[in-house]
């Protein structure tokens, strides 16, 4: 297990903005994680598990222990013909995981293409792309009580997904840490295909009948379209959640802004597009200093170059006042941002 003090996190978060840790454990083996169980003492207060650093916005230090899980491995562990079981250790990286099921002819986690971050973090915020979400294909998840509950196992209905939300980014947000994750995926392929961008790219790709490497293909070139990619340019990809709302709210603004996008939910709920919000509020491609929300996609703020967290968390702030102030609507931010 590597120990640093006063360490920093800048190369560990997608925004690269700079914030230092008192202490940082990187586990790196089932032994490193047996050690860390037995001798490090977790406090929720001020101690934080940090996936691949993609939906997190450091605005402060944050004056405790950071904690990365960093052990790999995936392998099939039941097989039906149809139906295959896959299990993967929280360290595995989110996108090389989809690359690999497709390579063993399995289908499933294709729309899920090149969403950055590692696999332990996708259960905790349901991540999803292109009309699919992880709890589609969840099975169940094992994770340590960090309150010293020992190891638990979640099945589905246990990790109350919602969207972009889980138990473990909302009311036990801290208090575990997923060590692995099971997923069903399947051999038969059965294209989802509801989102038309999807279908547009196949179009211009050629393909009528796409299997599930075209699929991902679509999503990977889609993604690499529209958003800035984090090796390049900071953000964290999608910055805010889509806002759901009443259907009468919902279509009273649509009455009073014509092409508004709608998006029926359940129990008569209406989901909005955030980004066409924040686009009609005049802020894409707009700047506040060294922070900026991006010229290709409203929904994603930018670092420029040195731009600290408290400089890009006070862009957010104003895009959300700007919305609320023009359409009522209160936007959530999708990263944990630290030191809001």
Known sequence: MKRTRQASLRNLNSFSVEAFADQL???????????FTSTHRFDPACDLVLGGGSNILFAADTHGTVILNRVTGKRIIADSNDEVLVEAWAGENWHKLVLWSLEQGLSGLENLALIPGLAGAAPMQNIGAYGVELSDVFDSLEALDLNGGGMREFKHGDCHFGYRDSRFKSHDAGRFLIIRIRLRLRRHFVPKLAYQGVREELNTMGIDEPGPAEVSEAVIRIRRRKLPDPAVTGNAGSFFKNPVV??????????????????????????????????????????MGRAAVSAQHALVLINKGDATGSEILALAEAVQASVKTNFGVELEPEPLIIGA
Not at 25 to 35: I, Y
Not at 267 to 285: F, P, T
């Open 246 to 287: 009443s259907r009468s709210l919902a279509e009273q603004l649509q009455k009073d802004l014509p092409g508004l996008p709608l998006y029926s939910q359940e129990n008569d709920q209406v989901k909005l597009s955030a980004a066409w919000l924040i686009e009609h509020c005049g802020w894409k491609g707009r700047s």
């Open 25 to 35: 454990l990187e586990l790196d083996s089932a032994d490193d994680l047996q050690e």
